[in-house]
């Protein structure tokens, strides 16, 4: 629907309501206090652009009447207002526009507020503004307008959570300023305002200063709430934020504004972390093994990607030192350096683009300024640029022939390491097994790794191409329906495989009766016992030998697999039988028919030729997330070969007396464990008390709880114990919560609350799962699901692939989830609109 104005907290998409909008609807989703109103799209410019005259020009019926309506349907009464600009490109880490724009206060009634909305739109062509732009090299596309309640302040300021340098002799701080009444003068520099200096981390006053118009000061309690909404805003964020503020006549904070701390303003290098997507992969604190192994294969992943696309190699080897450290681990879990990344994506042709592009790919949402590029002449750029063009086409042409390369290496690996293999290998064999997999992983991934940009590209350019095709639609709905009920997805073969292996057990008595009675134990123990189970046993064995390297944690390689412990796949099973429901085949088929109707719906409000682009656009999108999956599967199959690897070296070595547990292995890093096994290891007689030093210390990582984002200087680490700072209450209804749509539907069902899918046996049919964050191992959890809700996670994530592939309605990126729902509570999901309500 072509909607003139949405309610703010849904205004949370950037390219059509602008930054500042976006910033202020993530923050009532995520219950930070935020003054009640709507959101104006930057298509409603262009809409009135086109009817009326001049942008001064307010006798048009239609703007008045919009604006009625949203007063009325969002309940903003005959309150006072403040009337926004949010560009298009304005409030980013490089250029804040602060000032440039216009905002309008006291604004009453329908006629005052279309004037207001109309001059707002103007400032976009004032001189300042059109200079600002000149000066910066940038452009500003075009503007929405928030329309909110003003508050009755008695102070207002700003804030900036990391002060510069110089104002605490080098150590960390926070800044305040502020002044009596709404805050204007100090925001235009007109008054000298009161400052209060905060020491980091933690919030101690160094100093408070009274200014010309702070006739009363802010006390204690001010302070501190300040403080801890900073504190909590930066650690949602993940990076130093301009905050604007008031606290009103009865003492309540409200935020008014959140930008990003503009380059120039901060002296040192920092980078910003996020777990997005990476979390999803590896859920839990990883071992030395496994960082060192990561922490080498994204650098080879990331530079052998650019060299792939025809990139400059004195540029990308310029950029070594951020290639080798895209990821770090904080709180023992690995974090994305988002910085060095949106770095190294800015060496791209459209780099620009292409880092929204990532983020929505990872469900990232900071936009960190890349840092320290390389200069290139007019003429480099130019040929790098053929060069590019030409290899990428070539490149995506054969994207799946090269994958099915990947997946050939991948198998002849996997032949020639299965456990019973590797039993009979010396050390020496298996030192080059463990060298065999890191070829691959260094030197073979480009192909898996061009599928993964493919379903990023592609993605966005579809995404990108329905806003401009079909501007003021709602393109979520929309673009979660084109992409449901995807046959030839690799993870819906396992959900196959388990739905036939429980109809089995339904038609057989003696089996239906042992799962519907016994635990897994029980009936792993008769299954092997009961020669009449024989046939059945051996069907689970198949299952187990095709698919048994699947499951939650799949490449953490401190977790058993289902081939090792069918305790799980046992579990699921008896899940299953129980289950009299529509086959994953049938269900598959009713959500191609929603696909294609969306499909269809498109087509006919599109002309001829962009009707044809776009299903040429929507077939690759489908195809490289098909591809994406297949090397996700091969990726998973690979590790846990890899696992079975290092267990098999940790026993040579328990034999040997050089440690005491086969998992000892897992706390060497790869570079050790590899010396150690030529002969060259420096310390080979103290082994035994590093491991046991690093067992300990990997306790003391695990039992902190550090957040999903935050930003430190280079070389900075988080304090040790860092506990997670709680959300705070929804500033209007605590039982509502927001995040993005990732399948279409309602439900309402209760809620269980789980862990990982290892607790998959808690459900009940037709629950409502909500978790932290989910990978590919989900994917037979969730055909048990009615709906579900996930903390982490953008629209690519796994979860919200296989939530489409099943049609179950679903959320993620909700903040807080498990912590705010319980298990066992009432929920209501609208997987179209990215809300979930806690009804009980």
Same mark, same amino acid.
């Given at each position: 629907?072509?909607?003139?104005?949405?309610?703010?907290?849904?205004?949370?998409?950037?390219?059509?309501?602008?930054?500042?909008?976006?910033?202020?609807?993530?923050?009532?989703?995520?219950?930070?206090?935020?003054p009640?109103?709507?959101?104006?799209?930057?298509?409603?410019?262009?809409?009135?652009?086109?009817?009326?005259?001049?942008p001064?020009?307010?006798?048009?019926?239609?703007?008045?009447?919009?604006?009625?309506?949203?007063?009325?349907?969002?309940?903003?009464?005959d309150a006072?207002?403040?009337?926004?600009?949010s560009?298009?490109?304005?409030d980013?880490?490089?250029?804040?526009?602060?000032?440039?724009?216009?905002?309008?206060?006291?604004?009453?009634?329908?006629?005052?507020?279309?004037?207001?909305?109309?001059?707002?739109?103007?400032?976009?062509?004032?001189?300042?503004?059109?200079?600002?732009?000149?000066?910066?090299?940038?452009?500003?596309?075009?503007?929405?307008?928030?329309?909110?309640?003003?508050?009755?302040?008695?102070?207002?300021?700003?804030?900036?959570?990391?002060?510069?340098?110089?104002?605490?002799?080098?150590?960390?701080?926070?800044?305040?300023?502020?002044?009596?009444?709404l805050?204007?003068?100090?925001?235009a520099?007109e008054?000298?305002?009161?400052?209060i200096?905060?020491?980091?981390?933690?919030?101690?006053?160094?100093?408070?200063?009274?200014?010309?118009?702070?006739?009363?000061?802010?006390?204690?309690?001010?302070?501190?709430?300040?403080?801890?909404?900073?504190?909590?805003?930066?650690?949602?964020?993940?990076?130093?934020?301009?905050?604007?503020?008031?606290?009103?006549?009865?003492?309540?904070?409200?935020?008014?504004?959140?930008?990003?701390?503009?380059?120039?303003?901060?002296?040192?290098?920092?980078?910003?972390?996020?777990?997005?997507?990476?979390?999803?992969?590896?859920?839990?604190?990883?071992?030395?093994?496994?960082?060192?192994?990561?922490?080498?294969?994204?650098?080879?992943?990331?530079?052998?990607?650019?060299?792939?696309?025809?990139?400059?190699?004195?540029r990308?080897?310029?950029?070594?030192?951020?290639?080798?450290?895209?990821?770090?681990?904080?709180?023992?879990?690995?974090?994305?350096?988002?910085?060095?990344?949106?770095?190294?994506?800015?060496?791209?042709?459209?780099?620009?683009?292409?880092?929204?592009a990532?983020?929505d790919?990872?469900?990232?949402?900071?936009?960190?300024?890349?840092?320290?590029l390389?200069?290139?002449?007019?003429?480099?750029?130019?040929?790098?640029?053929?060069?590019?063009?030409?290899?990428?086409?070539?490149?995506?042409?054969?994207?799946?022939?090269?994958?099915?390369?990947?997946?050939?290496?991948?198998?002849?690996?996997?032949?020639?390491?299965?456990?019973?293999?590797?039993?009979?290998?010396?050390?020496?064999?298996?030192?080059?097994?463990?060298?065999?997999?890191?070829?691959?992983?260094?030197?073979?991934?480009?192909d898996?790794?061009?599928?993964?940009?493919?379903?990023?590209?592609?993605?966005?350019?579809?995404?990108?191409?329905?806003?401009?095709?079909?501007?003021?639609?709602?393109?979520?709905?929309?673009?979660?329906?084109?992409?449901?009920?995807?046959?030839?997805?690799?993870?819906?073969?396992?959900?196959?495989?388990?739905?036939?292996?429980?109809?089995?057990? *339904?038609?057989? $008595? /003696?089996?239906?009766?042992?799962?519907?009675? =016994?635990?897994?134990?029980? %009936?792993? @123990? #008769? +299954?092997?016992?009961?020669?009449?189970?024989?046939?059945?046993?051996?069907?689970?064995?198949?299952?187990?030998?095709?698919?048994?390297?699947?499951s939650?944690?799949?490449?953490?390689?401190?977790?058993?697999?289902?081939?090792?412990?069918?305790?799980?796949?046992?579990?699921?099973?008896?899940?299953?039988?129980?289950?009299?429901?529509?086959?994953?085949?049938?269900?598959?088929a009713?959500q191609?028919?929603?696909?294609e109707?969306?499909?269809?719906?498109?087509?006919?409000?599109?002309?001829?030729?962009?009707?044809?682009?776009?299903?040429?656009?929507?077939?690759?999108?489908?195809?490289?997330?098909?591809?994406?999956?297949?090397? *996700?599967?091969? $990726? /998973?199959?690979?590790?846990?070969?890899?696992? =079975?690897?290092?267990?098999? %070296?940790? @026993? #040579? +070595?328990v034999?040997?007396?050089?440690?005491?547990?086969?998992?000892?292995?897992?706390?060497?890093?790869?570079?050790?464990?590899?010396?150690?096994?030529?002969?060259?290891a420096?310390?080979?007689?103290?082994?035994?008390?590093?491991?046991?030093?690093?067992?300990?210390?990997?306790?003391?990582?695990?039992?902190?709880?550090?957040?999903?984002?935050?930003?430190?200087?280079?070389?900075?680490?988080?304090?040790?114990?860092?506990?997670?700072?709680?959300?705070?209450?929804?500033?209007?209804?605590?039982?509502?919560?927001?995040?993005?749509?990732?399948?279409?539907?309602?439900?309402v069902?209760?809620?269980?609350?789980?862990?990982?899918?290892?607790?998959?046996?808690?459900?009940?049919?037709?629950?409502?799962?909500?978790?932290?964050?989910?990978?590919?191992?989900?994917?037979?959890?969730?055909?048990?699901?009615?709906?579900?809700?996930?903390?982490?996670?953008?629209?690519?994530?796994?979860?919200?692939?296989?939530?489409?592939?099943?049609?179950?309605?679903?959320?993620?990126?909700?903040?807080?989830?498990?912590?705010?729902?319980?298990?066992?509570?009432?929920?209501?999901?609208?997987?179209?609109?990215?809300?979930?309500?806690?009804?009980?």
């Open positions: 629907m072509n909607r003139p104005f949405v309610p703010l907290v849904d205004a949370q998409d950037a390219e059509i309501f602008g930054a500042k909008a976006a910033t202020l609807a993530r923050m009532l989703a995520a219950g930070f206090a935020v009640t109103g709507f959101a104006i799209p930057a298509h409603g410019l262009r809409a009135h652009l086109q009817r009326a005259t001049t001064e020009k307010i006798g048009d019926t239609s703007l008045a009447a919009a604006l009625q309506n949203a007063l009325r349907e969002i309940a903003c009464g006072v207002y403040a009337v926004r600009s560009a298009i490109g304005e980013s880490a490089d250029h804040s526009f602060a000032g440039q724009l216009d905002s309008l206060l006291n604004v009453r009634g329908e006629q005052q507020l279309a004037a207001a909305v109309a001059a707002v739109w103007s400032s976009l062509w004032t001189a300042r503004c059109l200079h600002y732009q000149q000066l910066r090299g940038v452009k500003l596309d075009s503007m929405g307008v928030i329309v909110q309640r003003q508050v009755d302040a008695r102070h207002a300021g700003v804030m900036f959570t990391r002060a510069p340098s110089d104002m605490h002799g080098g150590q960390p701080a926070l800044i305040i300023e502020y002044c009596n009444g805050g204007e003068g100090l925001v520099g008054v000298d305002p009161g400052r200096l905060l020491d980091l981390p933690r919030g101690d006053v160094v100093s408070h200063e009274a200014g010309e118009d702070t006739a009363s000061r802010l006390d204690e309690r001010d302070i501190t709430a300040l403080f801890e909404q900073a504190t909590l805003l930066e650690q949602h964020f993940g990076q130093p934020l301009d905050i604007e503020w008031a606290i009103d006549i009865s003492g309540k904070l409200w935020l008014l504004q959140a930008r990003p701390i503009t380059a120039t303003a901060s002296t040192s290098r920092r980078a910003t972390w996020t777990n997005a997507n990476i979390a999803e992969n590896f859920p839990e604190p990883v071992s030395p093994f496994l960082y060192s192994i990561v922490r080498r294969g994204y650098a080879a992943y990331f530079r052998n990607l650019g060299l792939g696309f025809g990139m400059s190699r004195r990308i080897a310029a950029m070594d030192d951020a290639l080798e450290h895209i990821v770090g681990v904080h709180g023992g879990r690995l974090y994305y350096n988002l910085s060095n990344i949106h770095t190294l994506i800015s060496l791209a042709p459209s780099g620009r683009w292409l880092t929204r990532f983020n790919f990872v469900g990232a949402a900071q936009f960190p300024p890349p840092q320290n390389p200069a290139q002449s007019r003429l480099e750029q130019g040929v790098e640029l053929l060069r590019v063009a030409a290899l990428t086409t070539w490149r995506y042409l054969n994207v799946q022939r090269g994958l099915l390369r990947f997946e050939t290496t991948v198998d002849t690996f996997c032949a020639r390491t299965r456990q019973s293999d590797l039993a009979a290998m010396t050390s020496a064999e298996l030192r080059e097994c463990l060298r065999g997999f890191l070829e691959i992983r260094l030197r073979k991934w480009n898996a790794a061009l599928a993964d940009t493919a379903a990023m590209v592609c993605y966005g350019l579809l995404q990108r191409q329905l806003r401009r095709w079909l501007p003021g639609t709602d393109n979520s709905n929309l673009h979660n329906d084109l992409l449901v009920g995807l046959p030839g997805l690799a993870s819906h073969a396992p959900v196959e495989k388990l739905w036939l292996l429980s109809r089995q057990i *339904r038609a057989d $008595q /003696a089996l239906a009766q042992l799962f519907a009675a =016994h635990d897994s134990a029980t %009936i792993a @123990q #008769q +299954l092997e016992e009961q020669a009449r189970f024989a046939a059945f046993r051996q069907a689970l064995q198949d299952y187990l030998e095709h698919w048994g390297f699947r939650s944690g799949e490449l953490m390689l401190t977790r058993p697999s289902p081939e090792e412990d069918p305790g799980q796949t046992l579990a699921l099973l008896r899940s299953y039988a129980a289950l009299e429901a529509p086959s994953p085949q049938q269900q598959l009713e191609a028919a929603l696909r109707a969306a499909t269809r719906e498109v087509c006919d409000r599109l002309p001829f030729l962009r009707a044809r682009l776009f299903t040429r656009l929507l077939a690759a999108t489908q195809g490289a997330i098909r591809l994406r999956e297949r090397a *996700r599967q091969k $990726q /998973a199959k690979l590790y846990v070969r890899l696992r =079975h690897i290092v267990l098999s %070296i940790g @026993q #040579q +070595l034999a040997a007396g050089t440690l005491q547990h086969a998992d000892d292995a897992m706390y060497l890093e790869y570079e050790e464990l590899d010396a150690l096994l030529a002969g060259h420096m310390y080979p007689y103290d082994i035994g008390a590093q491991i046991r030093q690093r067992r300990e210390a990997q306790t003391q990582l695990a039992a902190m709880t550090p957040p999903d984002n935050f930003e430190l200087a280079q070389g900075e680490y988080l304090p040790p114990h860092t506990t997670l700072s709680a959300a705070p209450d929804a500033a209007n209804d605590s039982q509502r919560l927001h995040g993005t749509g990732a399948c279409g539907g309602r439900i069902a209760n809620a269980v609350v789980l862990a990982d899918a290892s607790e998959a046996d808690r459900m009940r049919q037709g629950d409502i799962v909500v978790t932290r964050q989910t990978d590919p191992g989900w994917a037979c959890v969730f055909f048990l699901a009615k709906g579900l809700v996930v903390e982490r996670g953008g629209m690519l994530s796994h979860g919200a692939i296989i939530a489409r592939e099943l049609g179950i309605p679903a959320v993620v990126g909700v903040r807080d989830a498990t912590r705010r729902i319980a298990s066992g509570s009432r929920v209501a999901i609208d997987g179209g609109r990215g809300v979930v309500d806690i009804l009980s």
